[in-house]
């Protein structure tokens, strides 16, 4: 099974700064990585796929980068939107399609 | 736009079966395949498993034993049995899909149903 390893685990960032989150896989996955934003009560959201692909209807401010075994997601501008939980799923070498533990990110 | 409706789940007993049904609108049900995801508290996301419309199912290993899918094409739903839960079990249970056969990433989710396994 392959772990995915996110950090920091909780990240405390202001409004309209740069957020940086990192994701590391436990073995190499190529570019198959996905990013989903989760806020409370409600479903989780899809950003990026493809390591760097936005999904359909995100805001440019959210960019995907990395191979291999280690991916950023980067928020450029915060909005308050934005405070959220994310999580980063591989979905290279399944079963089982694996998780990030999730980067809860607040405003300081 | 597709959207996802779940309903079920709840309180359970310990050794008890869960079950949770994810009903789709908007679209088809053919041409995807349907999965669970769970969130334990304080914990992060977990896959379940996953279904297709023309019945073919992927597992979790660690649930396999305990896992039992269907789906209903004439009806847009798809379903979830867990069999003997446990406390570990107790999670906010969300359904999504991605597209078939490639790739594996979710593109729609459900809001999540609270399952608590309690005596």
């Known amino acids: 099974e392959i772990v995915m390893t996110q950090s920091p685990a909780t990240l405390s960032v202001s409004p309209g700064e740069r957020a940086t989150l990192s994701c590391r896989a436990s073995?190499?996955?190529?570019?198959?990585i996905a990013w989903y934003q989760h806020r409370p009560g409600q479903a989780p959201r899809l950003l990026i796929y493809g390591a760097s692909t936005r999904a359909t209807a995100i805001p440019a401010r959210f960019s995907g980068s990395g191979s291999g075994t280690e991916f950023t997601l980067t928020i450029s501008s915060l909005q308050s939107e934005d405070f959220a939980v994310y999580y980063c799923?591989?979905?290279?070498?399944?079963?089982?399609?694996?998780f990030g533990g999730g980067t809860k990110l607040e405003i300081k | 736009q597709v959207q996802l409706q779940q309903w079920g789940g709840g309180l359970v007993k310990p050794s008890e079966t869960l079950s949770l049904t994810c009903a789709v609108s908007g679209g088809s049900i053919s041409g995807y395949y349907w999965s669970w995801v769970r969130q334990a508290p304080g914990k992060g996301l977990e896959w379940v498993g996953e279904i297709n419309h023309g019945g073919a199912r992927n597992h979790n290993p660690s649930l396999k034993s305990r896992l039992a899918m269907s789906i209903d094409t004439s009806k847009n739903q798809f379903s979830l049995q867990l069999k003997s839960v446990t406390a570990a079990d107790t999670a906010v249970y969300f359904c999504a899909r991605r597209a078939a056969p490639k790739p594996e990433y979710f593109q729609v989710w459900g809001q999540g149903s609270l399952v608590t396994v309690s005596s």
């Open positions: 073995q190499s996955i190529d570019n198959h």
């Open positions: 799923q591989q979905y290279d070498t399944w079963p089982p399609l694996t």
